[in-house]
């Protein structure tokens, strides 16, 4: 399994991408796949718990759950290796 990583331009290693790449076969058929692992930041314990309630009782932001990810233009060809792999096959 061939893989990329993409590390966020901020150089925290709580910011990163695993992409890795993959064939699926399905009745004889190969698809390619591509599976990206996003590694999410740590937070304290109280905030966690704190989450995890707000989520039990369906409250949350109107936006969503999320961090950030700043992409370095010299990750571009990685990014384009994933969408050629997806286009060719």
């Known amino acids: 399994m061939e893989k990329d990583i993409i590390i966020c331009n901020c150089n925290s290693t709580e910011h990163q991408m695993v992409i890795l790449y993959s064939e699926d076969e ?47 233009p010299e990750d571009s060809e990685k990014l384009q290796k994933l969408v050629n792999y997806l286009k060719e096959k």
């Open 26 to 72: 399905n009745q004889g058929v190969k698809y390619p796949m591509c599976y990206v692992h996003i590694h999410l930041t740590k937070k304290p314990f109280l905030q966690r718990l704190k989450y995890a309630f707000n989520y039990i009782f369906g409250r949350q932001c109107n936006l969503g759950a999320f961090d950030e990810f700043i992409f370095n």
